[in-house]
């Protein structure tokens, strides 16, 4: 856990929200439609969380099981992306299953690449916080294929200008590690659901500079976001969803808060 020398953070830019798996509280979760709602509401930022189908595609999908939002059953690693196509990941959300016409883009399962290609036409900036899941159980075939992907939008690495539209996150140091090494260029996020002794100074493990801790390590030591500003991090907070925790974060200098409401912070934070 040594690091480099660093400058501290340059200048503080606004605070950026990131739409959590989409704008997941109006439409089913990582589908393209809580996507398009999300860029439709300003949104800075999509995060979403990948996983690999039997046949290697990547899937935006949360759960290890499709169970709890699709109509079908079994890990997603155990199917194939045709198998997937098949199923309906938008009817549990009630307001979605009463449209008269089925709305395909709310209810379809969605692929990695499908979603760059909504970025890549969204006629403005939307960065994307992609987190790899489940990563050491592939043992690298997730950030390798992410990668690849990346590579074919032209988003592995370094832009031509300004910083990077993508930062990859995980909760597990050793898949953006593996990041690292391909995507040197590419900003990696340190995913925090408890804050280890190694990291209560603020800093991070090698090569990271961006933390993700949760809304409760917040909640209880505010003094952590300056801890980890001081050691030349970022800090991206989630799941922001309360009026009371978007204030605490805008109060604490935090850089980037992710949460399922996107238009409600936007408007909170007087950008809407
Ligand atoms: O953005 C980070 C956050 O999504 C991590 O938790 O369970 O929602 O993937 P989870
Ligand atoms: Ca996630």
């Given at each position: ?72 059953r ?6 194939e ?15 979605v ?34 987190e ?47 990041v ?41 030591d ?7 500003h ?5 800090v ?11 204030e605490?974060?805008?109060r ?12 409600r ?8």
């Amino acid at each position: 856990y040594a690091h480099p020398a660093r400058d501290l953070r340059p200048e503080r830019h606004p605070l950026a929200v990131v739409a959590h798996r989409g704008a997941s509280e109006d439409a089913p979760e990582h589908t393209l439609a809580a996507y398009r709602k999300a860029i439709e509401d300003g949104a800075d930022a999509l995060e979403c969380d990948v996983r690999l189908t039997a046949d290697g595609h990547l899937v935006c999908v949360h759960d290890r099981r499709v169970n709890r939002t699709s109509n079908g059953r079994g890990a997603v690693s155990s199917l194939e992306l045709a198998d997937l196509a098949t199923l309906d990941f938008g009817s549990w959300k009630a307001d979605v299953s009463d449209t008269e016409a089925p709305d395909l883009d709310a209810t379809s399962v969605l692929t990695l690449e499908r979603l760059l290609e909504l970025v890549a036409d969204a006629g403005r900036r939307v960065e994307l916080a992609i987190e790899t899941k489940h990563p050491t159980r592939w043992a690298g075939q997730v950030e390798q294929k992410l990668l690849e992907l990346l590579g074919r939008f032209g988003l592995a690495g370094p832009p031509a200008d300004g910083p990077s539209p993508v930062r990859v996150m995980s909760f597990s140091a050793r898949s953006l590690h593996r990041v690292q090494l391909s995507a040197p260029t590419l900003p990696t996020v340190y995913l925090m659901q408890f804050v280890s002794p190694r990291h209560r100074d603020g800093r991070l493990p090698a090569g990271v500079r961006i933390a993700g801790p949760s809304i409760r390590i917040i909640r209880k030591d505010p003094g952590y976001v300056a801890r980890l500003h001081e050691a030349g991090n970022e800090v991206h907070v989630w799941t922001v969803n309360e009026p009371e925790d978007v204030e605490l974060c805008a109060r604490l200098g935090v850089d980037a808060l992710i949460t399922n409401r996107p238009r409600r912070v936007l408007t909170q934070l007087g950008r809407s």
